[in-house]
């Protein structure tokens, strides 16, 4: 990738806090759509073609790269900060609770879908890449539209978000990566 490539990410560095968190979301829905395409492709076939390997090793490596890391974002960094913070201190039942469950989620699904390609059943495949793309879009649209809005209200003080964006830069300097 070169920097006048338009698919090319930006740099995190470039982001506060919630850039990166709704940078990282792009990439990952970027990804899920191709992860849409080739189970509509294995559903009209009997058996894996090269091509369709090759395109589920590609999406599966940048999810397995990208994921740990958003997640960490959330888990690690954004997540404590509210929990932190009224009205959600002290309290259980949070909504962060809530999309923690939902991480726990995506990495079962996203061991039913290895395993659906190691057998190289390609039923079993589109059906996993199905449940996996449905669920995951779900979980960006919640924390795009109610979460993070939310989160921008609470942390609304510059100091708060710079230290949030600050430890997630940390983090991807630790990784040697860019952005997620
Ligand atoms: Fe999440
Ligand atoms: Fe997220």
Known sequence: MTPTDSTAPSCAHDLDAFGILRQCHD???SKLE?????AVDLERRAEFSDAELARLCDVITMLDTAIPI???DEEQTLFPALRARPPFEGTEGTPMDCMEQEH???KALMIALKRAIMKRDPAATATAARHMVTE???HIDKENSILFPMAQQVLSD???VRALTLAMQARRRALDVDAC
Do not use: D, M, T
């Open 27 to 29: 990439h990952i829905l």
């Open 34 to 38: 191709v992860l849409e395409a080739v």
């Open 70 to 72: 958003h997640s960490a």
């Open 104 to 106: 726990g989620l995506h």
């Open 136 to 138: 995951y879009r779900g």
């Open 158 to 160: 510059p100091a708060e």
